[in-house]
């Protein structure tokens, strides 16, 4: 099973499955640095930044994250695989 580690500036480290979502991955293993929510991709709780690493995402609600900002590396933790190790920030 491949690991990618997934690094919140401010915040926690932690490994993350390449076909596990990172919002359950932390969840998983204890950590609360992400506020949760839904789950489900269309409350906006979870929303991150991705600043480093590669990744995809599932669907997500444009109501929380517009193209643009999808465009700008947000995404919603909810729905982000990570494809590479990760560096995210937690919005202010």
């Known amino acids: 099973m491949i690991k990618h580690q997934v690094q919140i500036v401010d915040g926690s480290r932690f490994e993350c499955p390449k076909e596990e979502r990172v919002l359950i991955a932390m969840e998983r293993l204890g950590l609360n640095d992400i506020f949760?929510?839904?789950r489900g991709g269309g409350c906006g709780v979870c929303k991150v930044k991705v600043t480093s690493?590669?990744?995809?995402t599932g669907k997500m609600s444009r109501l929380q994250?517009?193209?643009?900002?999808?465009?700008?590396?947000?995404?919603?933790a909810?729905?982000?695989f990570p494809l590479d190790n990760l560096v995210i920030e937690l919005p202010n």
């Open 53 to 56: 690493g590669n990744y995809r």
């Open 36 to 38: 949760v929510g839904c």
């Open 65 to 76: 994250v517009s193209e643009a900002e999808e465009a700008g590396g947000y995404a919603l």
């Open 78 to 80: 909810c729905k982000l």
